[in-house]
């Protein structure tokens, strides 16, 4: 009992009320004072989960693979498509209906291991590329055009609608891979290929651009959409409107994130608790959800892939983490160089000079890997450009700008004010 309340009774001088009375407040208010610091208790480890969570839960780690090398038993990698699994099969009705609408359609993907400047020049200069296609019957001459491919950047896009949707803050994605994964479209064909021909192999003559081309490559993530059924019937919720519908996290795993992708038709709110989802939506007869599930991380998987795994983690302690999460205002350029050094992913780099320059059309040697988030409020004419320079120990790695991409990326998100752009000397 509260050493102040038991002074006050001592202070009653009648025997028989202080020992009623002190009974009362032992059988009452005693279970109530144990239940609201239990309740705050609660609320305070949610707070402290909360901090963890948005940090690590949620962090993505990425990687490519050959086909032929998939490993489908793996609990923490995932192909970002799934289709990219399946095998190659060309539908020669829509190939022919498409060379006689003269319109080109889409064949296969290939992954180009180059520079992100070099891979936009190849699109850009490479107008038509010649190859073979060999049916069953006979070989044809066909012209085939290299394009960028938009599916992965979508996948991300959509991610990016179940954090805001879910109420989780947005990190930049550090996914350097899906830039050099290209589409092969076809353009045309010397000949017509018949309607009971089948396309046996394709054989396009990249020229001098062969050797880093690769095949049946498929991008991987920690991320898997799960579907999970709701524990039991719908409460109804005390507004007398809405549905609480309560997901169970233990057979997935409580060390792994979750998002619960909504549809607009839902128009649900989602909770999170340490083994649980709660889902307060208006329908009481939804009773499965789409969920995404960020799989932790096996250290022992880790040394299985040939391709260098990726992640947005930051290597902070707890009060850096804090601070980082708070949105914390950079001033300095000791502030900025603290920020980018937190990221594993910095470890190649180093900044050595910041520019604010005018902003000019020639094309940039980073791009913005959050291209889908729209900046409704600031006028993208009258802002100046923030160049960063950075030096990098490993300069012939292919994936240098991609990864500068994702620290400039972070960077744009606290300075919207300008365009962040960054630059290797």
């Known amino acids: 009992m509260d050493i102040s309340v038991n002074k006050k009774i001592e202070k009653i001088s009648e025997l028989q ?68 699994v399946l095998e190659i099969k060309y539908d020669v009705e829509s190939i022919r209906k498409a060379l006689s609408n003269k319109e080109e359609i889409f064949l296969f993907k290939i992954f180009m291991k180059k520079d992100y400047l070099e891979i936009k020049e190849f699109i850009k200069n490479t107008k038509v590329i010649k190859g073979i296609i060999e049916t069953n019957y006979r070989s044809y001459q066909g012209y085939f055009r290299v394009v960028e491919n938009e599916e992965y950047v979508k996948k991300i896009e959509e991610l990016y609608s179940s954090f805001i949707n879910n109420n989780i803050p947005w990190k930049s994605k550090n996914v350097p891979y899906i830039r050099k994964m290209l589409n092969v479209m076809l353009v045309s064909c010397d000949g017509e290929i018949g309607e009971r021909e089948s396309i046996e192999r394709i054989e396009v003559d990249f020229g001098e651009y062969s050797s880093f081309i690769e095949y049946n ?170 160049v960063l320079y950075f030096r990098c120990e490993n300069k012939d790695n292919y994936l240098n700008r991609d990864i500068l991409s994702f620290l400039i990326s972070e960077v744009q998100m606290i300075y919207p004010e300008y365009y962040c752009e960054g630059k290797i000397i």
């Open 217 to 386: 490559m498929v991008p991987l993530w920690n991320v898997k959409e799960v579907q999970l059924k709701t524990n039991g019937f719908s409460l109804p919720c005390i507004d007398k409107v809405n549905y609480k519908h309560i997901v169970s996290l233990e057979k997935e795993g409580v060390d792994n994130g979750y998002l619960v992708k909504l549809t607009k038709d839902d128009n649900a709110t989602v909770l999170f608790e340490k083994d649980i989802i709660d889902i307060i939506s208006p329908t009481s007869e939804k009773n499965v959800w789409s969920v995404y599930k960020f799989c932790k991380v096996n250290e022992e998987e880790l040394k299985e892939y040939s391709y260098k795994i990726f992640g947005n983690d930051v290597n902070m302690n707890f009060a850096g983490k804090l601070i980082y999460n708070s949105g914390y205002s950079i001033k300095t350029r000791g502030d900025l160089h603290r920020l980018i050094s937190s990221f594993d992913a910095a470890k190649n780099f180093q900044l050595v000079d910041i520019k604010i320059e005018e902003y000019t059309s020639k094309e940039k040697e980073t791009y913005n890997v959050n291209e889908f988030v729209i900046d409704e409020i600031r006028e993208e004419d009258i802002r100046k450009v923030l």
């Open 17 to 84: 009320d202080r020992v009623l009375l002190k009974k009362l407040i032992q059988s009452v208010f005693l279970s109530l004072e144990q239940y609201t610091k239990e309740k705050y208790n609660r609320i305070e480890e949610r707070v402290f989960d909360e901090i963890s969570v948005e940090m690590e839960k949620y962090n993505i780690f990425s990687t490519i693979c050959n086909k032929e090398e998939l490993d489908e038993t793996s609990e923490s990698f995932y192909p970002m498509i799934e289709d990219d």
